[in-house]
């Protein structure tokens, strides 16, 4: 069983920071992969991004984000982090961390095994 909860969501002007952390804990941190994902009012949960199972393995991001958010992760602290920069309005959703035991981290949601409850980011314009 693995437990995972959000934090660092809230509101922000757009152009704005934020950094979102989750915090794992109920099996070995370093063997799983872990990944985020955004859920907006009304539309489908989507894929944010994603690292594999070591802290310099491979990285994955929705096109959306790339160059402007950076997925990292702490296997001391078994915590993995979403530094979000130049936010957009678009970027308002629910974000949620997601484990995959296998490892290799995907932007499939349906090979993550855990998933955190949540964490609201609102982007004003």
């Known amino acids: 069983q693995v437990h995972l909860v959000e934090s660092g969501g809230g509101l922000v002007q757009a152009g704005g920071s934020l950094r979102l952390s989750c915090a794992a804990s109920g099996r070995t941190f370093s063997n799983y992969a872990m990944g985020w994902f955004r859920q907006a009012p009304g539309r489908e949960r989507e894929f944010v991004a994603a690292?594999?199972?070591?802290?310099?393995?491979?990285?994955y991001y929705a096109d959306s984000v790339k160059g402007r958010f950076t997925i990292s992760r702490d296997n001391v602290k078994n915590t993995v982090y979403l530094q979000m920069n130049s936010l957009k309005p678009e970027d308002t959703a629910v974000y949620y961390c997601a484990a995959d035991l296998h490892g290799l981290g995907s932007s499939a949601s349906t090979v993550y095994d855990y998933w955190g409850q949540g964490t609201q980011v609102t982007v004003s314009s």
């Open positions: 690292i594999s199972w070591s802290s310099g393995g491979r990285l």
